[in-house]
């Protein structure tokens, strides 16, 4: 059968193993080898190494994602932020701008403003939701546009398809950070765009246990970010691999479930008098409701929401909830909870966490792999103590 025919859940199994199985093992093995027998390579880039992210356990990962997101190739990196800064320093140098959806992750905005400068590398902010403000930012110098798939942590989603209509009408790469919907909610490259990043940390590898990042996208981009990746030296460990790879083997099954729990815990709380706010794209009331319906298999496992009792009562829900870990991360087998004030966006001041509408209060529940109706009972017994 050809992988190109197989459904995803079948891809996320098959795609990319070894033929014939190594040594006959169902699962692929460990190459625990930091070097290579030199085989006649005439290029330093070619030569097997860990670093060069060319061993047996990179290979099957990079075949993998490539299929599982219908693109034509796939780098595994050591994080998130490994996948997301050599990307960036591949397409951009001294000198050139990049146009980026506001309200990034946490990292990313930290690299545009603690490095970017330094590199001499300009950006510019844009309303993802507002297309028409865009050409305002452009620049001769402009090389590529940048979104996030679901925005944290109040879960907008941007106009996709007018950004792939923006990048193609001025000729510059479109990249996308999908780690909220995952490859199972999302694949970019069939809507058009260049480049797709995951930290794999979250949905990905699935368990909490490992840090890792992804970058999928267009052959030849590809390969010069892996160049980049082998100087700035940020590739992937075996073992992560292989934890990586075991995780990606359930990705459909876990978000599959994700998708449902956080959508039914979603409409409990909206529903719960001593809700004020949430923020879930799988509900009709969310202003993006329509573009998420349109663009998206499904809406993930993070949702926030506000409480009628502010701050206070969302540090005793906190508290009194049993199963969510107050942690912050997503896309594990156990629920999460956080205080985005406190944490992922405790850098902001709290003027401008006002302007982007993250209230202090606001809470974001990852939900994990328990049973929905588990959330729910402990949701409900613990509004009933704020
Ligand atoms: C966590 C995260 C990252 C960074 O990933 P790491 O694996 O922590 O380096 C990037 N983008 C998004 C949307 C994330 O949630």
Known sequence: MDDSKMRIDTRLIHAGEPTPRIEGAVSMPIFQSSTYEYRGESDY????YIRLNNTPNHVALHRK?????????????????????????TLLGSGDHLILQDCLYGGTHDLLTTEFP?????????DGNAPASWPAALRSTTRAVYFE?????LNRVADLKAGIRFARAHGLSAIID??????????????????SIHSGTKYLNGHSDIVAGAVIGRRELISRI????????????PHAC????RGLKTLALRVRHQNESALRIARFLAAHPKIAAVNYPGLETHPDYARARELFDGCG?????????????ADTLIRTMRLPISAPSLGGVESLITRPATTSHSGMSAAARARAGIADGLVRLAVGLEAPEDLVDDLGAALAQV
Do not use: Q
């Open 45 to 48: 880039h070619a030569l097997r």
């Open 65 to 89: 994602l490539a299929a599982v997101e219908a693109a034509e190739d796939a780098l595994v990196t050591a994080s998130g932020m490994a996948a997301v800064s050599a990307t960036l320093l």
């Open 118 to 126: 330094r590199l001499g590398i300009e950006y510019t902010l844009v």
């Open 149 to 153: 798939s679901i925005s944290n942590p």
């Open 178 to 195: 999908n780690t909220f919907t995952s490859p199972i909610n999302f694949r970019p490259a069939t809507l058009g765009f260049d480049l």
């Open 226 to 237: 892996n160049r980049t990746m082998a100087h700035l030296g940020g590739s992937l460990d």
């Open 242 to 245: 292989f934890l990586l790879h």
């Open 301 to 313: 496992g993070v949702l926030s929401f506000e409480l009628k009792g502010g701050v206070a009562a």
